[in-house]
């Protein structure tokens, strides 16, 4: 079992930058890939980041591509997503989530069903 703890959550002016973390416990970290999903009210929960278990590949949803930026520290057992230049459309629970042998394996890093472990969500809202 991994248990995920996401925080950073907040309100934000548009234009402006957050961080969110995401905590990992349980079973080892290092060896799952990593991602941020997010669920605007409503509609669906929809792929935001991703991260290889090592770190060292990433792949982002095209609407936060140049914005969002998503990195790993193993030795913190924490996932991290820098959101820059915010949008009032970026307001959304986000989610941190943790799967083995997704990232490499074709477009399964998009299907939110392909996640093992789910944290339970931080909310983002920015004002316009």
């Known amino acids: 079992q991994v248990q995920l703890v996401e925080s950073g959550g907040g309100l934000v002016q548009a234009g402006g930058s957050h961080r969110l973390s995401c905590v990992a416990s349980g079973r080892t970290f290092g060896g799952y890939d990593m991602a941020w999903f997010r669920q605007a009210p409503g509609k669906g929960r929809e792929f935001v980041a991703t991260v290889s278990w090592s770190g060292r590949n990433t792949r982002y949803a095209d609407h936060v591509k140049g914005r969002f930026t998503i990195s790993r520290d193993n030795a913190k057992n924490t996932v991290y997503l820098q959101m820059n230049s915010l949008k009032p459309e970026d307001t959304a629970v986000y989610y941190c989530?943790?799967?083995?042998?997704?990232?490499?394996?074709?477009?399964?890093?998009?299907?939110?069903?392909?996640?093992?472990?789910w944290g339970q969500g931080t909310q983002v809202t920015v004002s316009s």
């Open positions: 989530a943790a799967g083995g042998d997704i990232y490499w394996s074709g477009t399964r890093y998009l299907d939110d069903s392909k996640y093992d472990y």
